[in-house]
């Protein structure tokens, strides 16, 4: 599978791919950064998780972030969940969110919660998440931006 645990030579490489979507703001770019240099700085740290998706030629090409939800007994939050846009809709993404609910599941996790954006641009990543069994469980009016809900989503094991 070329799915392997993130290297801090990934940043780079992911940093692009996360540029390239054209969904994420500046800002949200510079948490997908920071939160791999957390990982990258600390690897004794257990709030994040991140694995990397390589191609045939051990090519970066996306990743996730996952880590356990504070003050809960096996909640998770996914953090982060991108693909190099010149692979979305060929398999990657599924790819990369089984071996998050297979990591999720082997540390004891029964839930994983992921948040989104209501906008146009993310109507896919919300298919995304539909198709693969999670649950719309809330949607917050206005929560980012006026015009812009937070959408909820959730599965259990």
Request: charged share 25%.
């Amino acid at each position: 599978m070329p799915i392997r645990r993130f290297e801090p030579a990934d940043i780079g490489p992911l940093t692009e791919i996360v540029r390239a979507t054209d969904v994420f703001r500046p800002e949200e770019v510079d948490v997908a950064v920071e939160l791999m240099q957390v990982v990258a700085d600390d690897s004794n740290q257990k709030d994040y998780i991140i694995f990397t998706f390589v191609d045939e030629q051990n090519a970066v090409r996306g990743y996730y972030c996952v880590g356990p939800t504070p003050m809960t007994r096996s909640t998770f939050d996914l953090y982060w969940i991108v693909v190099d846009p010149a692979l979305q809709g060929k398999g990657v993404g599924r790819q990369l969110l089984g071996h998050c609910e297979a990591q999720v599941r082997s540390l004891g996790g029964t839930l994983v919660m992921v948040e989104t954006s209501s906008l146009p641009k993310y109507d896919a990543t919300r298919r995304f998440y539909q198709r693969a069994s999670y649950a719309q469980e809330a949607r917050v009016r206005e929560y980012y931006a006026p015009g812009d809900d937070l959408v909820v989503y959730s599965k259990h094991f």
